[in-house]
Every structure is written in structure tokens, then in C-alpha cells.
């Protein structure tokens, strides 16, 4: 390869750079001058983890502040802006491992990692900066919560939840991944704790259909679909023999409810002790104790399916059949209703759980009507016909299915329902560092909330936060915090001593950011129906169902209290992929395979960090990080920089082909930015430079409007270059503040096009025609280039506009 020409002024990255860094503090090139419309991008917020930033998160930043600046040069002003999710256990377990309280610690990551944000670039408008530890912040946090709380959906339970033991708190199902928690992977069990829960059930039919308005991946609405898990079916009620209780069993298949031989309980269930006869009282304790040690996940993953006979029985209530009652930990206890009627002819797990414990199969829907002799395993097609059904025999089990809970409902041993997989969100932490719940304890009143005037309700500073283990807060121990007066009747009382997960300031902080320094309300009328809702939303898929779920359950209940005027939060979601080490393994301290940014914009500067970073594969895919690559990106820039300066200095003038490749420029680029083929952008760019290139060896070099075009497409990729460059050209002012170019169609198109001849549809000769000829000429050239080959009659002549001139011969 032969070496680069030696500029006089050759580029010089770290020069360029650091003076455009000076330049932008002085100048914000993102300034609201009231006449732009607004646009709201942006980044899902980081933890103040310890480890800081590596190359793998600067990929969701770059993202977005490409695409912030690309909106910002279509005329928008910008709401970009960073805040720092800082309470919660990420935050508190790293505390611990470091010896320090978690104020101090998560205050000196927040200092490193904004310096690491400010490397990369990125517009964010510091002046909207949240930090969800900030009384003033945590302050709306605890009135949304009385809000919650005064409408009904923020209440006490006392049940079974998952635990950590190593974390020392509760978890909410969500938080627990193949039975371990997610932060820190341990064991999760089962602890019997007074929780406070939201009431988020009440929103899931919303939540549902409302994800048909959103700009959002397919998979993350399916995901989002599934987790709410809605289902048609009916709720039966099967008498316990011998006794005045009922059992009310949800099912999705009521038409197979002649086949119900068994019922199964989940062992937390009200009557799971109750119904145990004497004789089989001592192996129903130990089961339902058993239980209680295994997560909720752990239980539904079990492939060995256990259970218990409890020794008594319920009465079928359409065949008056008795149906043994068993508990068994694959059914859970906030699951539909804690009890299943079981058909093991037609579910695999019912199957299963029947042959093991040699209970009766009856098979109740055939194909083409015929009994299956000696089943060897469950007939789970939907359609059908019934068998073993009494009244019902004969009928198409897909049109029993719908008539069958209406039929319940008329006979009184049940009804027509819908039911749905999402729970109550459980919101308490046995934790010291989250947001303290706004209630007061007392023995007259109750549960009391503390009066919104004397919010924010501060988080005590303690020297010892250790989490106690017990299932009780470290706050419980401050007896000079938790004892107060009762707002209501001036009672002594006791402070709630659990604090809020860390999705409380998640689930609504977009929201203060146009507004954070409002002392009077969470977000103003004015500013909320001026800049939000946002209009762009980037982040990791592993958000998709918590963080985003949470968010529009928040949302909406603001909008039900007339504190916003819009349901969704995110118009528009984009997940990137992750950045990893080599072999797909996710980047970490502990496995030594983290790469830093440091190094690599020292030797390569921002710009070509920023552009790699893009460079390394499609943005929603997950990427294997190769520091060799960059090398390429980096050579392009010094190339670009080379052709342009020659070129300015030049003054070359544009010729109709230079003219053509411009537009077809801006037409590509534009193309692949809107559609987020990111990865190809780049690779845009690096094509186009050489075609650049090689015109100009023709022509001299490239004219001022062309370098201009490219330098402005280029801005939101490698803002500095763009910036140096554009200043060389005679610019006064930024170009952030000119104008995104547009393609000239009539321009791209080609003057002569290459046409294939045919006669009688075989190709005999290819000819060059120009781009806008008519059909007549278009035949006449056609013709007279085969002139030698036409030796019969002509009976049809065919022009298909620059695709192919057909003669047709007889």
C-alpha cells in the first residue's frame, strides 16, 4: 500500500479535539430559542457502579447521541439529558464490598462515570441532571407512592415472598432469574413477610392493549405481552366433601371438566393444612414446609413434579364425582385462584403427576371421535371431539371451550372470567439504602401517610446500613426515626421502617428531568405539555419487561390523576446490543476481559471510538469487541481530512458527475440513519470517500458544496472533525446549527443507462440509451443494434423502461 501524501496540515486528533471540547463549553451548540419544536432523547440511566464505564457501554451513548444530533440538524431542539439511578442494591452491596457508606461511594462514582460520559461527546444537557438519592428528587418519589396509596393501589400483605439471603431482602418475581437472584446470584427462598404491594393488576388490561400505540420492537411487546399473561376461561367451584368449604379453581379449558379427576393446591393455600386428614396430617406440614424453601421459579422449573394427598376430597360438580385433593409446589399460591382442576388426559404435567401417584385418566376430547386405548401419553390437540361428557358428547371441542363457561355460569357453580399472569408488584426492601415508604403506623388509625407538606420523609444517616437479616429494615433500629405522632390523631406511632425498590425513581425520573428544579410539583402542566412525553427511548433489552412495565403503570396512574396528559412514556424504543469480551462473554472485572475507552481515545481519538463503537455490527445485535477494527475507522478519518483540506484549498468546481455522487451520497446516508442500520452508515461513509476520491483524481479534487455535504453528514458521527473541517470551510457559527441536506432525486439519476436487446426473448446484444428516452427511439436504437440478426417478420415490439427492448419475430 502506498503511504498517505504528508499534509501541511496534517490531522491531528487530539489538538482537534480538545479544542472543540473548550469551544462547546463556551458555546452549547443544543440551545432552546423557543421557535424549535422539541425533541426528547433519551438514554435509559445508568447505576453508579464502581467499575465505571467500558467500551461496551459507550455503545448505547453513542447511539443516542447520534441520533440526537441528526434531529437537532432537522431543525429540533434537543432534551437530552443524564441523571444517576443511585439508590437500591447495586448501590448499597457496593458499599459493602468497599467498606463505606453507600452516600459517599455512590456520590464518587457519580463523579468518575460523568467524566467518562463527557469523553464521549454527548450533548446532554447537565443543567436537567437527577440523581434519585436527592431528597428534592425522592421527595415526588414518596408522593406518588401517598397518591398510590390514598387511591387503593399501594397496600399491606403478609405472604410468602422470594428472599435473598445473601442480599438480605425481598425480591419481587421479576427480580429472580432460574431461581437466583439477579443482582447478585444467590439462592433465592421463600421468607413469610408484611410487604407493601402495588396494586398494578388493576392497569394489565391497559397495559396490554396500549402496547398496540408504540413505536416498540415486536419482541419487547411480546415479552410485555406474556409477562401479563392474559387468558379467557371460568372460575368452577367444587364442594369439599364432608364439608362447608368450596375450592375455586381457574381453568382455560372448562369444556374438559368431565375429565377433571384430581385437583391440585399450591401448599401456601388457606385450606392446605385444613383439608389434611389426621393420617395424613404429618406428610402434608412437612410438604407445605418444604415448599416454603424453594423459589417461585425453582418450583415451576422442577421436572420431577411432587405432591402430597391430603386425604380428602372434592365433588365434581357436573358429574358428581369425587375428586381426590393433592397439593403439589409446582402450583402457586398468586397464580389464578392456588388451586387447579386437574385433566391429565389432555395437559402433559397432569400426565405426568397422574401416572406417578397411579390416579384415573379419563380422556374426554378424540380425534374424529375415537378413545385412545392404553394412553401412553396426553392427547393435547386443541380440536376434537367430546367423549366421556355426558350431556356434552358429540360436541366440537373448540366451540365447548367457548360456550362451556357461559354454561357453568347458568348452573351456578361458577363463572365466565379473564385472568392474567401479572401480579401485585412487591415493593418493600428489608434494605437502609432506597427511598423511606411515607407511612406512619398507629395503633388507633392504621396505616396513615404522611402528610404530602412535610415530604420528602429523609433517609436517616446511620453509620451501621448492614442489612440485618431478620426481615426488618436497619431503620428499625433508630428508635429516635421510627418513633413519631400519628398525622390523623396525634397518637404515638411508629415509622414504616422497609424502604422502596430501586424501580421507584426508575419507574417515573424521565418525567423531572424537563422540570427538576420544580419545588411545587413533580413536573409542571406547561413544561410536561411542552417536552414530554419522550420521543425516543435507547436502551438494553434486559429493561424490556421490569423497568418498562413499571414505567407505564407509573404513567398511567399520573394520567389518571390529572398529573400529565399522556398514558405511554416512550414513543419510540431502541434496544442495543451488548458490547463483549471475546467468545460472547459479557464483559466484567472479575473475568478480566473488560476493555476501557481511555487508551484507545488517547491513540485514536473520540471520533474514531465513536465510529467504531457503530462499526462493529448491527446496533441491536449483540457485538464480540475486536480493538483491531478500529484502526480502519481511524484511517478513514485521516483520509476524508486529507481530501477535503486539499480540496478547500483548491476551490474546485462541481461537475455534473460530482453533483450526481453528492446526492446519492445524502440519499444513502439518510437511508441507513433512518432505517438505524448504523453499522452501515459507516460503512457508507467509507465507500463514498473512495468513490470521492477517485473523482477527484479526475477532476482535481472535490468542490466546497460536496465537502460541506459530507462534513455535515458526518457531524453526528465524529462531531470534532465535522466541526474543524467545517469551520476551514468559512463558517462563522457551528454546524449543529446549519441544516441536514436533502437529496436532489432528478440529480442521482443516471444520463445513460446499459439495456439488454432480445429477439424473442434471448438477449443478442446490450446497448447504452439515455435515462429519459422514449419507447419509440428506445426500439429504434434497439433494432438498428441487432439489424444483422432480424431476418424474419416482426409482430411485436417491446419496451420496458429501462429494463429490456424485446423484439418479437414470427
Keep these: 500500500m502506498q503511504e498517505e501524501k504528508i499534509m501541511a496540515v496534517p490531522y491531528n486528533h487530539k489538538a482537534i479535539e480538545a479544542k472543540w471540547r473548550v469551544n462547546w463549553e463556551k458555546n452549547p451548540v443544543n440551545v432552546n430559542d423557543g421557535k424549535k419544536p422539541k425533541y426528547y432523547c433519551l438514554d435509559m440511566f445508568p447505576y453508579p457502579s464502581g467499575n465505571g464505564l467500558h467500551v461496551g457501554h459507550w455503545r448505547g451513548y453513542v447511539i443516542s447521541d447520534v441520533w440526537s444530533r441528526y434531529k437537532m440538524l432537522q431543525g429540533y431542539y434537543l432534551i437530552h439529558p443524564m441523571g444517576w439511578d443511585a439508590f437500591g442494591l447495586p448501590a ?199 415448599a416454603s424453601m424453594k423459589s417461585n421459579v425453582d418450583r415451576m422449573q422442577d421436572k420431577e413434579k411432587t405432591g402430597v394427598f391430603t386425604g380428602s376430597y372434592a365433588i365434581n360438580p357436573l358429574n358428581g364425582a369425587k375428586v381426590p385433593i393433592w397439593l403439589s409446589d409446582y402450583v402457586l399460591a398468586d397464580y389464578g385462584t392456588g388451586a387447579i382442576m386437574c385433566v391429565p388426559a389432555h395437559d402433559d404435567r397432569d400426565f405426568e403427576f397422574a401416572k406417578k401417584f397411579d390416579i384415573p385418566i379419563v380422556q374426554v376430547i378424540a380425534k374424529d371421535g375415537k378413545e385412545i386405548e392404553n394412553m401412553t401419553e396426553a392427547y393435547t390437540e386443541a380440536a376434537g371431539t367430546m367423549i366421556n361428557s355426558g350431556e356434552w358428547n358429540g360436541m366440537e371441542s373448540a366451540v365447548l371451550k367457548k360456550e362451556a363457561p357461559h354454561i357453568i355460569e347458568k348452573r351456578g357453580f361458577g363463572k365466565a372470567t379473564v385472568n392474567y399472569k401479572l401480579r401485585d408488584w412487591v415493593f418493600s426492601r428489608q434494605r437502609y439504602w432506597g427511598e423511606p415508604i411515607p407511612i406512619v403506623h398507629c395503633p388507633k388509625c392504621g396505616a396513615v401517610a404522611v402528610p404530602e407538606e412535610e415530604l420528602p420523609l429523609r433517609l436517616p444517616e446511620v453509620e451501621s446500613y448492614q442489612p440485618t437479616g431478620t426481615g426488618e429494615s436497619p431503620l428499625a433500629a433508630i428508635d429516635e426515626w421510627v418513633n413519631c405522632k400519628c398525622p390523623e390523631c396525634g397518637a404515638d406511632a411508629k415509622r414504616e421502617t422497609n424502604t422502596m425498590p430501586q424501580w421507584a425513581g426508575s419507574s417515573w425520573y424521565f418525567l423531572r428531568y424537563v422540570d427538576n428544579h420544580n419545588s411545587e410539583a413533580l413536573v409542571s402542566r406547561e413544561k410536561a405539555d411542552k417536552y414530554l412525553p419522550v420521543d425516543m427511548y435507547i436502551g438494553g433489552v434486559e429493561h424490556a419487561v421490569l423497568h418498562l412495565l413499571y414505567s407505564r403503570f407509573y404513567t398511567k396512574f399520573l394520567y389518571d390523576i390529572g398529573a400529565i396528559d399522556f398514558d405511554e412514556p416512550f414513543h419510540k424504543l431502541f434496544n442495543q446490543g451488548m458490547i463483549t469480551g471475546k467468545n460472547g462473554i459479557k464483559m466484567s472485572k472479575s473475568k478480566g476481559n473488560v476493555v476501557s475507552p481511555d487508551d484507545l ?155 439488454p436487446v432480445q429477439i424473442n426473448g434471448k438477449t443478442r446484444a446490450v446497448i447504452s440509451i439515455s435515462a429519459q428516452i422514449s419507447k419509440e427511439e428506445a426500439i429504434a436504437a434497439g433494432k438498428n443494434a441487432v439489424a444483422d440478426k432480424l431476418t424474419g417478420n416482426i409482430v411485436k415490439e417491446i419496451y420496458v423502461p429501462k429494463k429490456i427492448i424485446n423484439i418479437v419475430m414470427k
Design 92 to 290: 448499597e452491596n457496593y458499599a459493602i464490598k468497599m467498606g463505606v457508606h453507600p452516600a459517599i461511594s455512590t456520590a464518587e462514582n457519580v463523579k468518575n462515570i460523568k467524566k467518562q460520559i463527557n469523553d464521549i461527546a454527548a450533548i446532554y444537557d447537565w443543567d436537567m441532571e437527577v440523581n434519585t438519592t436527592d431528597p428534592e428528587f425522592y421527595k415526588w418519589t414518596q408522593w406518588i407512592f401517598v397518591k398510590m396509596f390514598k387511591e387503593g393501589l399501594a397496600y399491606e400483605k403478609e405472604f410468602p415472598i422470594n428472599w435473598c439471603p445473601s442480599c438480605k431482602t425481598g425480591l419481587a418475581n421479576e427480580e429472580v432469574v432460574n431461581g437466583c437472584c439477579e443482582r447478585c446470584g444467590a439462592t433465592v427462598t421463600k421468607k413469610n413477610l408484611r410487604q407493601w404491594m402495588l396494586r398494578i393488576t388493576k392497569y394489565a388490561e391497559r397495559l396490554l392493549n396500549d402496547l398496540d400505540k408504540l413505536d416498540w420492537p415486536e419482541k419487547v411487546k411480546k415479552m410485555q405481552t406474556d409477562w401479563i399473561g392474559k387468558s379467557y376461561g371460568a372460575e368452577v367451584d367444587f364442594k369439599v366433601e364432608n364439608s362447608d368449604e368450596a375450592i375455586t379453581v381457574y381453568t382455560t379449558r372448562p369444556d374438559t371438566l368431565y375429565g377433571a379427576t384430581f385437583m391440585v393446591l399450591a401448599p401456601e393455600h388457606k385450606l392446605a393444612a385444613q383439608l389434611a386428614t389426621e393420617e395424613n396430617k404429618e406428610a402434608v406440614e412437612k410438604y407445605i414446609y418444604e
Design 601 to 755: 481515545v488517547a491513540d485514536y481519538g473520540c471520533d474514531s471510538l465513536r465510529m467504531y463503537e457503530l462499526f462493529v455490527g448491527p446496533p441491536e445485535l449483540d457485538a464480540e469487541w475486536d480493538d483491531r477494527g478500529i484502526d480502519g475507522v481511524y484511517r478513514f478519518l485521516k483520509r476524508f481530512w486529507t481530501l477535503a483540506v486539499d480540496s478547500i484549498e483548491k476551490d474546485v468546481t462541481a461537475s455534473k458527475e460530482m453533483v450526481k455522487l453528492r446526492n446519492k451520497l445524502v440519499y444513502d446516508i439518510t437511508q441507513r440513519l433512518e432505517s438505524f442500520s448504523l453499522n452501515t452508515v459507516i460503512s457508507g461513509f467509507m465507500e463514498y470517500n473512495n468513490k470521492l476520491t477517485e473523482l477527484a483524481k479526475k477532476e482535481g479534487g472535490i468542490d466546497k458544496e460536496t465537502v460541506e455535504t459530507m462534513t455535515v453528514l458526518l457531524s453526528p458521527f465524529a462531531p470534532h472533525i465535522a466541526e474543524e473541517l467545517w469551520e476551514k470551510l468559512g463558517h462563522t457559527d457551528s454546524v449543529f446549527h446549519t441544516q441536514w441536506p436533502c437529496a436532489d432525486e432528478e440529480a442521482m439519476k443516471d444520463d445513460e443507462i446499459e439495456i
